[in-house]
């Protein structure tokens, strides 16, 4: 059976398309159609005039992700499925843009955007997932897309804040070290600057939620001696608006999270939220970031994509080491950072993982991606079986898997030759060579990590 590929270059308020043979080859030149209802029923007449011509072929369609304006075109392809042989895909554009530096294309227009998308389908088409149905999740990622602009105007807000309080009240600072409490927020209303605060009264301070008169005497005892420089009523008049803002977003946040939870009807959701560390926002956000579990065959797929796999690093002669890769978007990671500073508090499974790994040296950070990776494969399990956490599935999982045995690892690289005592090699080199041979004689590799020889002396 034929096959065509239509590729859609998708701009604010219309789109270019251009439909492909299996041989990259145009069967219909570019054409421009505009995002509006009689250009969605111009496209329709075009499709179907095509399929009819070539009755017994397949039509894949695809549009690249462009921050929404893609989802219009992308909703009335997939409704063409009930009467056209379509098949319809949303693509990555890093994945698309790749592949046309790939092809040495040197210009960029919307036409060979366009041709871009549709060599993608034809060239990479195990990497392609043509949707069958309406995404059940597209309102609750219009949701998460809202409270993510909210959280990012109150980040803004807070460093705003934080810029005029340098001048304005210094000292409150050093209670905003990791975050703004809600506290500072409500004395700096009353009491915007340095001048203020040393005005105020303990007793009257005291009745703000949080604040003792032990941290009220300290704040107007501080506030007497204050190096602040800037006292005039404009810098009040900010620093108070500012606030308000900040707590009428916060407001806004947390309503917002509130009818996200009540309105989610997927039932992984709910499966997540038995791991204590993820609640109803990170559940969310990591069923939008995953969306289908039988995506990712194995768990080391699913913690390649988001980023947490160790990669190691080396080149010639130079040391090497193993680190987080980082790969792919970074929100992802950051909704798995926040599930595992909260599961080193509650869930005894990470936080022993946690302590251990802290005792044996490594740095706070890095024994958060160890417990990042371990969370991840958690939930692959989880997702993947349908079942509720439980700590003895992980604890009865090691002891299976036992410790691996003491072996000799080869080096499969040198499969064709022995090292040459007579290579032009360096002294580094030659003395990786030297305790390597040493450790393979000995039969001391573990883990194939090779323990060093000590140096002799001469």
Known sequence: MQSFYMGGDVSKGY?????????????????QLDDTFDGHCKLYGILDEFIKDHQEATLYAAV??????????????????????????????????HNNQADLKRNITDKISARGIAEYLIAHPEKVTYQQHQDPMASLRKQWKFIKMLTKQS???????????YTANPEILA????DTPKWVLKILLK?????????????????????????????????????ASATDPTTQHLIISTVNQILHLKKNIDEQNAYMARMCSVPEVELLKTFPGIGDASAIGLMLEIQNIKRFSKAKN????????????????????FKMSKKGRKEPRTILFMVVRSAITCNPVIRDLYNDHVQRGKSKMSAMGVCMHKTLRIVYGMLKHGKAFDPQIDMANRQRTGKPSEQVIKDKSRRYQNYDSKA???RRQKKKRLEREKSHSERITKRGIITPVPLTTT
């Open 175 to 178: 209670y905003c070290k990791d």
């Open 302 to 321: 699913l913690t390649s994509f988001f980023g947490i796999h160790p990669a190691y690093k080396s080149s010639g002669d130079g040391t090497g080491s």
């Open 15 to 31: 789109s270019d398309f251009v439909i492909l043979s299996a041989q990259k080859q145009t069967v219909m030149k570019n054409f």
């Open 64 to 97: 690249e992700s462009t921050g929404g304006y893609e989802d219009n075109w992308y909703n009335e392809l997939n409704k063409f499925q009930s009467t056209l042989n379509i098949q319809v895909a949303r693509l990555n554009p890093v994945g698309v843009s």
């Open 424 to 426: 032009p090699i360096s």
């Open 191 to 227: 009491y915007p600057t340095a001048i203020n605060l040393a005005r105020a009264k303990v007793t009257a301070m005291a009745k703000i939620p949080y604040v003792q008169k032990d941290r009220a005497k300290e704040l107007v005892a501080a506030a007497k001696t204050s190096v």
């Open 155 to 165: 980040t803004q807000l807070l460093n705003q804040l934080e810029s005029l309080l």
